[in-house]
């Protein structure tokens, strides 16, 4: 059993920060800060892991006083609409992920590695409510030395996990996630309070590539991921990068 706690800060913007009224056509401003929890079990055919979270959306997660704290520091011009933001509201989140380790697709060609394993994953709670499913191709050498690729947070646990002691290794990634969303917050707005919010679309599917190096004691991961649109009126969807690195004691 592995066990992480990570605490998390998020922020949400329209396309349009110079606006000062509300945007129906575009995301709404949100914070979100929180404190998660992740357990895991990992053997030869399968991974579980189950993610549990509690956390504040609204202005008490202080997403203005961040952005702008930052935007006054770089000298770009602060986000003017945050007086239209979510508002205050306690959030909790369960989420489950399963990965089969016993069918995963292995090949072997010269000194290059290469396997397929597929996932599923759900989630429920006030935060948002969704199921997915989807896979990852790897390609590279030392495949075994973790279970797959660091995911854009909110990640599960053991997607920053390596094995320590089993040489280094290296791979790049290409994997695809398809879920069906029932309800997100920082969509649909406030679960119990009137706030702004726009038309969600129901279906959403993320493609991601990237590149982990692995050692005995260190790991580095970069995430590239290609995003749909998530609701109605958006122009495209959205593109973003993240870069990790773990270390193992």
């Given at each position: 059993?592995?066990?992480?706690?990570?605490?998390?800060?998020?922020?949400?913007?329209?396309?349009?920060?110079?606006?000062t009224?509300?945007?129906?056509?575009?995301?709404?401003?949100?914070?979100?800060?929180?404190?998660?929890?992740?357990?895991?079990?990992?053997?030869?055919?399968?991974?579980?892991s189950?993610?549990?979270?509690?956390?504040?959306?609204?202005?008490?997660?202080?997403?203005?006083?961040?952005?702008?704290?930052?935007?006054?520091?770089?000298?770009?011009?602060?986000?003017?609409?945050?007086d239209?933001?979510?508002?205050?509201?306690?959030?909790?989140?369960?989420?489950?992920e399963?990965?089969?380790?016993?069918?995963?697709?292995?090949?072997?060609?010269?000194?290059?590695?290469?396997?397929?394993?597929?996932?599923?994953?759900?989630?429920?709670?006030?935060?948002?409510?969704?199921?997915?499913?989807?896979?990852?191709?790897?390609?590279?050498?030392?495949?075994?030395?973790?279970?797959?690729?660091?995911?854009?947070?909110?990640?599960?646990?053991?997607?920053?996990?390596?094995?320590?002691?089993?040489?280094?290794?290296?791979?790049?990634?290409?994997?695809?996630?398809?879920?069906?969303?029932?309800?997100?917050?920082?969509?649909?707005?406030?679960?119990?309070?009137?706030?702004?919010?726009?038309?969600?679309?129901?279906?959403?599917?993320?493609?991601?590539?990237?590149?982990?190096?692995?050692?005995?004691?260190?790991?580095?991961?970069?995430?590239?991921?290609?995003?749909?649109?998530?609701?109605?009126?958006?122009?495209?969807?959205?593109?973003?990068?993240?870069?990790?690195?773990?270390a193992?004691?």
């Amino acid at each position: 059993m592995h066990v992480s706690v990570s605490l998390g800060h998020e922020i949400y913007t329209p396309d349009d920060i110079d606006a000062t009224e509300p945007l129906p056509d575009q995301r709404p401003y949100a914070g979100y800060a929180y404190l998660a929890t992740g357990f895991s079990s990992a053997n030869d055919d399968e991974i579980e892991s189950w993610r549990i979270s509690l956390g504040l959306v609204g202005p008490g997660a202080k997403a203005q006083y961040v952005q702008n704290t930052v935007h006054e520091l770089i000298d770009v011009d602060e986000a003017a609409g945050w007086d239209n933001q979510l508002q205050d509201e306690w959030v909790v989140s369960i989420a489950y992920e399963k990965k089969w380790l016993d069918r995963a697709w292995r090949r072997q060609l010269s000194f290059m590695e290469f396997d397929f394993i597929p996932h599923v994953n759900a989630a429920i709670g006030t935060l948002n409510n969704q199921v997915g499913l989807g896979g990852v191709l790897r390609a590279g050498q030392g495949l075994r030395k973790d279970y797959g690729p660091p995911k854009v947070r909110p990640s599960m646990p053991l997607s920053q996990y390596h094995l320590p002691d089993t040489g280094s290794g290296w791979y790049f990634f290409l994997g695809v996630d398809a879920r069906y969303v029932a309800q997100n917050i920082f969509l649909d707005g406030n679960n119990f309070r009137s706030s702004p919010g726009v038309e969600r679309k129901d279906f959403v599917a993320d493609l991601q590539t990237g590149f982990v190096w692995n050692t005995n004691r260190f790991r580095l991961g970069y995430t590239y991921v290609v995003r749909t649109r998530e609701f109605e009126g958006q122009d495209q969807g959205d593109v973003f990068g993240s870069l990790s690195m773990s270390a193992h004691f």
